[in-house]
Structures are given as structure tokens and as C-alpha cells.
């Protein structure tokens, strides 16, 4: 049975949050093709997946927001790599004599990354849809943002529950703004921000931008 939702995320330390905006319908679709093996893209043709959440009555979008996090404190890092240069030179051939660390495998980098505390470090998202399917699928969904391999973004616990909607916009449109990539002519926006956006997943195709009402 769909029915109104509140989900939220309970993180255990600091993210990244480079593109700004988390998207549920995202993190679903990635759990599905998890849960039944489908190929990564670029594998064949793009697999069509069904999430557990309503679609808008052209199925352009599923009716649920983006993350909207409130943050209480900003910090830069850096990820450091540096190749053993003198573990390598003992264990290589005598007559290997030069590494070359400015490029290749060998390359060593400090990239800058900002992390972020959330408030309260709790996420939350609202939606349309079917709270048990979904619960299922959050579970395989362990850590959010980007640079998940050096331990940000860890997920401690899921809550999917129902709520109460706020209005006739919900869940994508609150107090005239959008909470997720819209179209501009969208009932109930007012003088909404506007920039090329993918509206659905997979967000990762540029080439299926277009002009929408965003957060």
C-alpha cells in the first residue's frame, strides 16, 4: 500500500556532499540492481528498474524529495597517496633505478575533499510509496555522499515511516519550492530557482538534462 512517507538516515560521522542534493529515487534504484544482480551501465542496454515509489501521472519522476540537510559545521581534508618509493627500489630489480610518481599507477596525489556534519547528523527525505519494500532495500544501502571508501557517509540506522503530507504539494513541493528537480511550469511553484537538471535516474546521463525548478 503506498502511503506518505518520512524516510531518514541516522549517520554514524561526517559526509561528503559534493553534488549537493542525495537522491532517494537514486539510492533505490541502485538497491534494486544490487538485489537482483542487474549489470552496472555500461554493460549492455540500460536495464528499466522499478522502485517502490509513485510516479508522477506522466512518469517522468518518482514522487519523492532530495535530501535537504542542514549542516552544522564545514571542514577541508585532503587524501593523501604515496607510492613506497624506497620499498619499492629494495624489493625491484638492481637495475631499476628511477620511479616515476607524477604519473601512471605509481602516481602520488593530496586531493582536497570537504566534509560536512549534518544536524542532528540525521538525513531525511519524504515521499509516495510503500514503506516495507522500501525498508528492505535501505538496508543494503550503508553509506551515503561521496568518497564511501575512506568511511564517510556511514549509515547507523534507516527509518522509514508514515507521516502526515503537509499539503497538497507533497512530497515535492513545500511552501512553493521545489524539494526535487521539476519542471518549471510544476503546479504550486513560485518563482522557483532554475538550472539544466537531470528529473529522473539514472543522474548520471548529462546528456538527459534539461531546464528544471530546483532546490
Not at 532530495?66 to 581534508?77: D, K, N, S, T
Not at 540525521?122 to 555522499?145: D, M, N, Q, T
Not at 547507523?156 to 519542471?183: H, M, N, Y
Amino acid at each position: 500500500m503506498r502511503e506518505s512517507l518520512r524516510i531518514s538516515a541516522r549517520l554514524a560521522g561526517p559526509i561528503s556532499l559534493r553534488s549537493g542534493a542525495l537522491r532517494l529515487d537514486g539510492l533505490l534504484a541502485w538497491a534494486v540492481a544490487q538485489s537482483e544482480q542487474i549489470p552496472p551501465p555500461g554493460f549492455g542496454e540500460l536495464a528499466q528498474i522499478d522502485i517502490p515509489i509513485a510516479k508522477e501521472p506522466g512518469g517522468r519522476f518518482h514522487l519523492c524529495s532530495f535530501a535537504a540537510p542542514r549542516l552544522e559545521q564545514h571542514e577541508l581534508r585532503y587524501i593523501n597517496r604515496r607510492f613506497p618509493v624506497p620499498e619499492a627500489q629494495a624489493i625491484g630489480d638492481p637495475k631499476f633505478k628511477r620511479i616515476n610518481i607524477a604519473a601512471g599507477p605509481t602516481k602520488s596525489f593530496r586531493l582536497p575533499s570537504e566534509v560536512a556534519w549534518v544536524e542532528h547528523d540525521e538525513l531525511e527525505w519524504f515521499a509516495i510509496g510503500e514503506a516495507k519494500p522500501i525498508r528492505e532495500l535501505l538496508s543494503l544501502v550503508h553509506y551515503l555522499g561521496h568518497k564511501r571508501s575512506v568511511g564517510r557517509g556511514k549509515v547507523r540506522q534507516w527509518s522509514v515511516e508514515p507521516c502526515e503530507p503537509w499539503g497538497p504539494g507533497f512530497p515535492i513541493v513545500r511552501d512553493g519550492k521545489p524539494t526535487r528537480a521539476l519542471p518549471p511550469d510544476w503546479p504550486g511553484l513560485e518563482d522557483p530557482e532554475l538550472a539544466y537538471a537531470v528529473m529522473s535516474f539514472p543522474y548520471w546521463r548529462h546528456t538527459a538534462e534539461e531546464l528544471c525548478a530546483v532546490p
